[in-house]
């Protein structure tokens, strides 16, 4: 599996975006990008995923390099409730989630 | 709410025990994962079942077993307990096997072992 980095934590301001990075410089060609965040101790929440294009859903946009070697995810419009730790997972056909330690995201009033 | 149901919330029991697990996949769903989350290591994969058959296997102890029933609800064995076990344990399903496919997640068991 790709390894990915992540920062430890990141501070955002309520109604600001959260713009969270990912490095995943070891990608492969058949591996997309996940992205999924736990607030407190429940069940990881899918936000988003993508191959090469970058993506937008209602809950947040990804952008891919070209390289594919990074990715950032966007949370337009950060609220109280995005507090959670977000995770960023490069996961190769066929295999499972191998999740890291993730990003702990506070937003701040 | 994802769709995906846990029972029980929360468990407690005693080292040496056996405690059993139970999972509900989403509607139509026939893949279910289970994973463990303890303090000191993060969320870890422990296996997967599609459509009622082993799919893959991951961090999971000889001591801990699961099934898939026709039904497709899963259900995770947990014997001769150990106080490293306390931990929460979560379930996930997805459509099916396709490449992209996403999980999603049930609410976790929290269990603890004294």
């Known amino acids: 599996d790709a390894k990915t980095t992540q920062p430890t934590s990141m501070d955002c301001a309520e109604g600001r975006a959260a713009n969270l990075p990912c490095n995943h410089s070891t990608i492969s060609g058949n591996e997309y990008v996940y992205w999924y965040r736990q607030i407190h101790s429940q069940g990881p929440q899918y936000i988003i995923h993508g191959l090469k294009n970058n993506e937008t859903n209602e809950m947040a946009s990804l952008i891919i390099t070209e390289d594919r070697k990074s990715s950032t995810l966007i949370l337009p419009h950060a609220t109280l409730r995005d507090t959670a730790v977000y995770y960023c997972i490069a996961r190769p056909y066929g295999q499972n989630f191998v999740f890291g330690p993730g990003t702990r995201l506070s937003v701040l009033p | 709410d994802s769709g995906v149901t846990q029972t029980p919330k929360h468990l407690i029991t005693a080292t040496g025990q056996r405690v059993t697990l139970r999972c509900s996949p989403r509607s139509g769903d026939l893949s279910v994962y289970w994973y463990q989350q303890s303090l000191d290591q993060g969320l870890q994969f422990l296996i997967q079942?599609?459509?009622?058959?082993?799919?893959a296997k991951g961090n999971i102890l000889e001591r801990f077993s699961a099934q898939q029933f026709p039904d497709l609800h899963s259900e995770l064995n947990l014997s001769s307990l150990e106080l490293g076990d306390s931990a929460l344990y979560f379930c996930a399903s997805s459509a099916g096997l396709a490449r992209d496919n996403e999980q999603f997640f049930g609410p976790g068991t929290r269990l603890t072992v004294l």
């Open positions: 079942y599609y459509n009622g058959e082993e799919r």
